[in-house]
């Protein structure tokens, strides 16, 4: 989305529609241009590889693939000019164009053309429309190759192969010399569909590994004139990030630096940093919006209108189990530690079922093997286990296992439980949507449909949710060790449910995640690497955190919030993970069946 608006269609759409454009007005003074390396093709370059092709072939296909990158991107370039002039009536806030006419694109081609770099390959091109016919003309070629319509290139083409990203920069120099764009307007080059790379390797070769060191060439290069812009999944983008032909890599901070959207977008501490909420309703305001349903415009809770502000706890448990007898056994599990309490819990649970397992889990962390019993209970409210951080920290672990005992399914609905399953990420967000949407038009067939916006049935919700975490699960086996990371995910969510629900002292609320020492962890560099692809393919979130341990670094993992409805675990976390030693996590992920080969070395685990 973000690369989407370095494209000049985006932006005409804006001006023609009067909006505005979504960046600042210090930042519009640019132009883009770039590539989609799946939609453009590029990426079939893979299926010329024959089976036991040697090191000199698959470098002859990597210096294609890079020739038709340049191509491509020029082209695109030259393509952007043309239409921000053309459609960039007057009214526009910044105009990234100087002066640009036919006859200064003409003069501009000729130069351009006579440059060393293209090895001769435009010696004929005369004004601006045989520039473009050359251009194209090569890219077509290629596409023709590529889909094995003509088997080998003809001599023009592979004889004249440029060198990665030099004919960005010096087309856009002379469109700077010759007035066409401004001198201070920035040119933004988009590669998109990165992570398509990682798919091209082979059992005998790693040509998909050698053209992202192209294009980490490109970037190395370190020009003032162009600025690259890559658009990737967070797996894709390799710790070191090798240059072609060298020992060299690209430097964080240096060469490029890494933004993590899910990371800016995902939850910290402090919520009211939090800014998913309100894009979140941003999005969903503007899918309404070009729907039938008609709505409030000066609602600024649009989701909470849909979905609902969140359920009481109190009010969940007892819908949970809902008769009063029912209530009693489900609040009160052998081992009360007096005749006293057992009567005590059960009054309590008839009217307050939520309190009821509170209060036992409370009194057993009291029981004689760890300190005093309290004998008699409190004889009225608030009662101890009312203290609000003691409470607040096991009250999801409280309503889990109320459902477990009376077995029912967690209930999920409600804004605040639909944005903490998204976890910060818009597409899971989406998803959740979509799947509730599903089960109430399943729910409401047959019936007419309002042009009122619709509020949602928590139920209908609930199963809605719980589809979506299962289909989100089963995509997991896509992608790399994708196998491996399904089985340790599945094993994870089953021990933190398992031990959720049989810590009835709830000494241990934290349990719906996991925590190592950094040492250990970098010291096994097959399991450091195996938690790395697990992180950046989204199926857990990892954070450095505090030791309880003075001076021991540890690091923390959590399943993805979307996976909690599958495992009916509690998505927040408001205590401190379990403490859990490599071997036992290397248990989990029964790393001895591990391949090796599927984990690339890692020179810092934690540099990204």
């Given at each position: 989305m973000l690369l989407a608006l370095l494209r000049p269609e985006i932006r005409l759409a804006y001006h023609r529609s009067g909006k505005e454009f979504p960046v600042p007005i210090s930042l519009q003074n640019f132009i883009g241009a770039g590539i989609n390396l799946r939609k453009s093709g590029v990426i079939d370059f893979a299926q010329l590889i024959e089976e036991g092709a040697g090191r000199k072939q698959i470098q002859k296909y990597v210096l294609q693939f890079g020739d038709f990158i340049n191509y491509w991107i020029v082209t695109d370039l030259l393509r952007t000019l043309e239409i921000l002039a053309t459609r960039l009536v007057d009214g526009a806030r910044v105009d990234p164009l100087k002066a640009m006419s036919e006859e200064k694109l003409d003069e501009f081609s000729k130069r351009l053309a006579q440059h060393s770099m293209w090895f001769g390959y435009l010696d004929e091109v005369r004004n601006f429309e045989s520039l473009k016919y050359r251009l194209e003309n090569r890219i077509l070629t290629y596409r023709k190759y590529i889909n094995l319509n003509i088997l080998e290139l003809p001599a023009d083409i592979e004889t004249t192969k440029t060198a990665p990203g030099l004919i960005l920069t010096e087309t856009v120099k002379l469109l700077r010399e010759f007035g066409i764009i401004h001198e201070n307007t920035e040119t933004f080059i988009r590669i998109d569909q990165y992570e398509q790379l990682d798919t091209l390797n082979g059992r005998d070769h790693d040509f998909g590994t050698d053209c992202a060191k192209l294009i980490h060439k490109m970037l190395a290069a370190r020009d003032s004139t162009v600025s690259y812009r890559i658009g990737t999944r967070h797996y894709a983008w390799p710790t070191r990030p090798?240059?072609?032909?060298?020992?060299?890599?690209?430097?964080?901070?240096?060469?490029?630096?890494?933004?993590?959207?899910d990371e800016k977008l995902r939850r910290s501490e402090n919520v009211r940093t939090w800014i998913f909420p309100e894009f979140a309703e941003d999005i969903f305001r503007r899918r309404l919006?070009?729907?039938a349903y008609s709505?409030?415009?000066?609602?600024?809770?649009?989701?909470?209108?849909?979905?609902g502000k969140a359920r009481d706890p109190l009010a969940?448990?007892?819908?949970?189990?809902?008769?009063?007898?029912?209530?009693?056994?489900?609040?009160?599990?052998?081992?009360?530690?007096?005749?006293?309490?057992?009567?005590?819990?059960?009054?309590?649970?008839?009217?307050?079922?939520?309190?009821?397992?509170?209060?036992?889990?409370w009194v057993r962390q009291r029981a004689p093997e760890k300190r005093a019993l309290v004998h008699e209970p409190p004889s009225k409210a608030p009662y101890p286990w009312d203290k609000?951080?003691?409470?607040?920290?096991?009250?999801?672990?409280a309503l889990m296992q109320i459902a477990s005992r009376h077995k029912q399914q967690l209930y999920w609905a409600g804004r605040a439980d639909l944005l903490a399953l998204s976890g910060g990420n818009i597409l899971v967000f989406l998803f959740l949507c979509e799947h509730v949407w599903e089960a109430w038009l399943r729910d409401i067939r047959g019936a007419s449909l309002s042009a009122a916006l619709p509020s949602i049935d928590f139920e209908i919700q609930s199963q809605g949710i719980?589809?979506?975490?299962?289909?989100?699960?089963?995509?997991?086996?896509?992608?790399?060790?994708?196998?491996?990371?399904?089985?340790?995910?599945?094993?994870?969510?089953?021990?933190?449910?398992?031990?959720?629900?049989?810590?009835?002292?709830?000494?241990y609320p934290g349990s719906n995640g996991f925590s190592v020492k950094t040492e250990e962890l970098e010291a096994d560099r097959q399991l450091?690497?195996?938690?790395?692809?697990?992180?950046?393919?989204?199926d857990l979130y990892e954070f450095r955190h505090t030791s309880k341990t003075k001076g021991e670094t540890r690091v923390k993992y959590y399943l993805a919030p979307i996976f909690s409805p599958r495992f009916s675990i509690p998505c927040r976390h408001t205590k401190e993970p379990e403490y859990v030693p490599v071997s036992e996590l290397k248990h989990w992920v029964r790393a001895d069946e591990l391949?090796?080969?599927?984990?690339?070395?890692?020179?810092?685990?934690?540099s990204v």
């Amino acid at each position: 989305m973000l690369l989407a608006l370095l494209r000049p269609e985006i932006r005409l759409a804006y001006h023609r529609s009067g909006k505005e454009f979504p960046v600042p007005i210090s930042l519009q003074n640019f132009i883009g241009a770039g590539i989609n390396l799946r939609k453009s093709g590029v990426i079939d370059f893979a299926q010329l590889i024959e089976e036991g092709a040697g090191r000199k072939q698959i470098q002859k296909y990597v210096l294609q693939f890079g020739d038709f990158i340049n191509y491509w991107i020029v082209t695109d370039l030259l393509r952007t000019l043309e239409i921000l002039a053309t459609r960039l009536v007057d009214g526009a806030r910044v105009d990234p164009l100087k002066a640009m006419s036919e006859e200064k694109l003409d003069e501009f081609s000729k130069r351009l053309a006579q440059h060393s770099m293209w090895f001769g390959y435009l010696d004929e091109v005369r004004n601006f429309e045989s520039l473009k016919y050359r251009l194209e003309n090569r890219i077509l070629t290629y596409r023709k190759y590529i889909n094995l319509n003509i088997l080998e290139l003809p001599a023009d083409i592979e004889t004249t192969k440029t060198a990665p990203g030099l004919i960005l920069t010096e087309t856009v120099k002379l469109l700077r010399e010759f007035g066409i764009i401004h001198e201070n307007t920035e040119t933004f080059i988009r590669i998109d569909q990165y992570e398509q790379l990682d798919t091209l390797n082979g059992r005998d070769h790693d040509f998909g590994t050698d053209c992202a060191k192209l294009i980490h060439k490109m970037l190395a290069a370190r020009d003032s004139t162009v600025s690259y812009r890559i658009g990737t999944r967070h797996y894709a983008w390799p710790t070191r990030p090798e240059i072609l032909s060298t020992d060299d890599s690209l430097e964080n901070k240096r060469d490029f630096s890494f933004i993590d959207i899910d990371e800016k977008l995902r939850r910290s501490e402090n919520v009211r940093t939090w800014i998913f909420p309100e894009f979140a309703e941003d999005i969903f305001r503007r899918r309404l919006s070009e729907s039938a349903y008609s709505f409030d415009p000066q609602c600024d809770d649009l989701i909470g209108a849909v979905f609902g502000k969140a359920r009481d706890p109190l009010a969940i448990a007892n819908s949970y189990v809902t008769s009063p007898k029912a209530r009693q056994n489900v609040a009160v599990q052998p081992g009360a530690p007096t005749e006293q309490w057992r009567k005590f819990i059960e009054d309590l649970a008839v009217g307050d079922i939520l309190s009821a397992v509170l209060a036992q889990a409370w009194v057993r962390q009291r029981a004689p093997e760890k300190r005093a019993l309290v004998h008699e209970p409190p004889s009225k409210a608030p009662y101890p286990w009312d203290k609000e951080y003691w409470r607040k920290e096991r009250i999801q672990q409280a309503l889990m296992q109320i459902a477990s005992r009376h077995k029912q399914q967690l209930y999920w609905a409600g804004r605040a439980d639909l944005l903490a399953l998204s976890g910060g990420n818009i597409l899971v967000f989406l998803f959740l949507c979509e799947h509730v949407w599903e089960a109430w038009l399943r729910d409401i067939r047959g019936a007419s449909l309002s042009a009122a916006l619709p509020s949602i049935d928590f139920e209908i919700q609930s199963q809605g949710i719980r589809e979506a975490s299962e289909d989100w699960f089963a995509k997991q086996p896509e992608g790399r060790n994708a196998r491996w990371r399904r089985h340790f995910i599945n094993r994870l969510g089953r021990h933190f449910s398992s031990s959720l629900i049989s810590d009835e002292s709830m000494s241990y609320p934290g349990s719906n995640g996991f925590s190592v020492k950094t040492e250990e962890l970098e010291a096994d560099r097959q399991l450091s690497g195996f938690l790395r692809e697990c992180v950046s393919y989204g199926d857990l979130y990892e954070f450095r955190h505090t030791s309880k341990t003075k001076g021991e670094t540890r690091v923390k993992y959590y399943l993805a919030p979307i996976f909690s409805p599958r495992f009916s675990i509690p998505c927040r976390h408001t205590k401190e993970p379990e403490y859990v030693p490599v071997s036992e996590l290397k248990h989990w992920v029964r790393a001895d069946e591990l391949p090796r080969m599927a984990i690339s070395s890692q020179k810092d685990l934690f540099s990204v």
